[in-house]
């Protein structure tokens, strides 16, 4: 048997197409307004990136798959797409952004957007031309549809390169973990706020969860989905591609995924005819998987859950703690434990199976 091995590149890049103007060109300003948030973001993850390291950043594999990731994204979701829905857009500038709200008109939001993906420009600039050695010469390129460009967001790539140099204690690893959280407070990174131009909090473009683990002490990194907003204002054209290219960079655990999670639906629809609640028919099943041959198993000694934007602690999902035993570094009550236990449902996650960030610190682990 080959060793499984994580795809970090996905061989031929997809550009976003918005295609024609929609019959209501309004339509299209949730779009835009995750673009400028997403801008804004990607522009905090370089900046602090350059702030964390101040001298020349190494031209190592990550730090350079970070930068070409910031570029794809900048091509494929955010400047791409806004150049294209500039052009259509144009007649309609004099308008209002909102229907009856005479304060913003399309033009002046437009140019609020454009002004967002210049700040990502300047961020990559200074990035390029101030923290790297020679700009690590013609090995970065400009992505083209069909390019091969990396499977991971900048975000996540970010803090790949960001954790490396760091490295896993051979003690204490469990405390270890705990002190990621809020990663300030714990001194060893500090967290770029992220807020859009209204002052609220920025998770698009960023995975929607990440797990750190210690794998023969290294510390490995994996995570969700990209988020790119709620069911009004997603961005569903960037949300398929990204979810395409997890899909293919998690490609050789997808298997294995899917017959864990149906062995522990199996063992859930078992447990059904058994007197007690949800919580403890559930745990039943946890039981019961952690001996059955679909179990997804490996070296990982400790391992902890965070939410991306502020990196606090989360408790791993029902499916996870099943498919994988996973179970938190950070201390949680039981009543959390027990709320966390009945949260997922098999209905919203149909036959999504390797969605969580553990599975992809799973296949690191086997990778190893
Ligand atoms: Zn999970």
């Not at 500090?190 to 807020?195: D, V």
């Not at 602690?313 to 236990?341: H, I, R, T, W």
């Given at each position: 048997?080959?060793t499984?091995r994580v795809?970090?590149?996905v061989?031929?890049?997809?550009?976003?197409?918005l295609g024609?103007l929609?019959?209501?060109?309004?339509?299209?300003?949730?779009i835009?307004q995750?673009?400028?948030?997403v801008?804004?973001s990607?522009?905090?993850?370089?900046?602090?990136?350059?702030?964390?390291?101040r001298?020349?950043?190494?031209d190592?594999e990550?730090?350079?798959?970070f930068?070409?990731?910031c570029?794809?994204y900048r091509?494929?979701?955010?400047?791409?797409p806004?150049?294209h829905?500039?052009?259509?857009?144009?007649?309609?500038?004099?308008?209002?952004?909102?229907i009856?709200?005479k304060t913003?008109?399309?033009?002046?939001?437009m140019?609020?957007?454009?002004d967002?993906?210049?700040?990502l420009?300047?961020a990559?600039?200074?990035?390029?031309?101030?923290?790297?050695?020679n700009?690590?010469g013609?090995k970065?390129?400009?992505?083209?549809?069909?390019m091969?460009?990396p499977?991971?967001?900048?975000?996540?790539l970010l803090?790949?390169?960001l954790?490396?140099?760091?490295?896993a204690?051979?003690?204490?690893?469990?405390e270890?973990?705990q002190q990621?959280?809020g990663m300030?407070?714990?001194?060893?990174?500090?967290?770029a706020p992220?807020r859009?131009?209204?002052g609220?909090?920025?998770e698009q473009?960023?995975?929607?969860?990440?797990e750190?683990a210690?794998?023969n002490?290294?510390?490995?990194?994996?995570?969700?989905?990209?988020?790119?907003?709620?069911?009004?204002?997603?961005?569903?054209e960037?949300?398929?591609?990204?979810r395409?290219?997890?899909?293919?960079?998690?490609a050789n655990?997808?298997?294995?995924?899917?017959?864990?999670?149906?062995?522990?639906?199996?063992?859930e629809?078992?447990?059904?005819?058994?007197?007690?609640?949800?919580?403890v028919?559930?745990r039943?099943a946890?039981r019961?998987m952690s001996v059955d041959n679909?179990?997804?198993?490996?070296n990982v000694?400790?391992r902890?859950?965070f939410t991306?934007?502020?990196?606090e602690?989360?408790l791993?999902?029902?499916f996870?703690?099943?498919m994988?035993?996973c179970?938190a570094a950070?201390?949680?009550s039981n009543e959390d434990?027990d709320?966390?236990l009945?949260k997922?449902?098999?209905e919203i996650?149909g036959?999504?199976?390797h969605?969580?960030?553990?599975l992809?610190v799973?296949l690191?682990a086997?990778?190893?």
């Amino acid at each position: 048997m080959t060793t499984p091995r994580v795809n970090f590149y996905v061989p031929s890049a997809e550009l976003v197409d918005l295609g024609p103007l929609p019959q209501d060109f309004r339509k299209w300003n949730r779009i835009l307004q995750v673009i400028a948030d997403v801008s804004l973001s990607i522009a905090d993850d370089i900046y602090m990136a350059a702030d964390t390291h101040r001298r020349d950043i190494a031209d190592s594999e990550e730090s350079q798959q970070f930068l070409q990731s910031c570029l794809f994204y900048r091509e494929a979701f955010l400047d791409g797409p806004l150049t294209h829905a500039e052009l259509l857009l144009r007649p309609h500038l004099a308008e209002f952004k909102v229907i009856g709200v005479k304060t913003t008109t399309m033009g002046e939001f437009m140019t609020t957007v454009r002004d967002t993906v210049k700040r990502l420009d300047r961020a990559i600039r200074l990035f390029r031309e101030g923290y790297t050695k020679n700009a690590w010469g013609l090995k970065v390129q400009i992505p083209t549809r069909g390019m091969r460009v990396p499977s991971a967001s900048p975000n996540q790539l970010l803090f790949e390169f960001l954790l490396k140099p760091i490295g896993a204690p051979t003690q204490r690893q469990k405390e270890f973990l705990q002190q990621l959280r809020g990663m300030g407070r714990g001194g060893i990174m500090s967290i770029a706020p992220r807020r859009t131009f209204t002052g609220q909090k920025v998770e698009q473009g960023l995975p929607s969860m990440y797990e750190v683990a210690v794998i023969n002490n290294r510390l490995v990194l994996g995570a969700a989905d990209v988020y790119w907003g709620k069911a009004k204002s997603l961005y569903r054209e960037a949300k398929d591609t990204t979810r395409r290219m997890r899909d293919y960079r998690l490609a050789n655990i997808q298997e294995q995924a899917l017959r864990a999670f149906r062995h522990l639906r199996a063992k859930e629809q078992q447990a059904q005819s058994q007197p007690g609640s949800e919580v403890v028919r559930r745990r039943v099943a946890i039981r019961q998987m952690s001996v059955d041959n679909a179990h997804i198993s490996g070296n990982v000694r400790v391992r902890q859950a965070f939410t991306p934007a502020e990196w606090e602690a989360a408790l791993p999902c029902y499916f996870c703690q099943g498919m994988m035993g996973c179970e938190a570094a950070v201390e949680f009550s039981n009543e959390d434990k027990d709320v966390e236990l009945t949260k997922v449902k098999w209905e919203i996650r149909g036959e999504y199976a390797h969605s969580c960030a553990e599975l992809e610190v799973q296949l690191k682990a086997q990778a190893l």
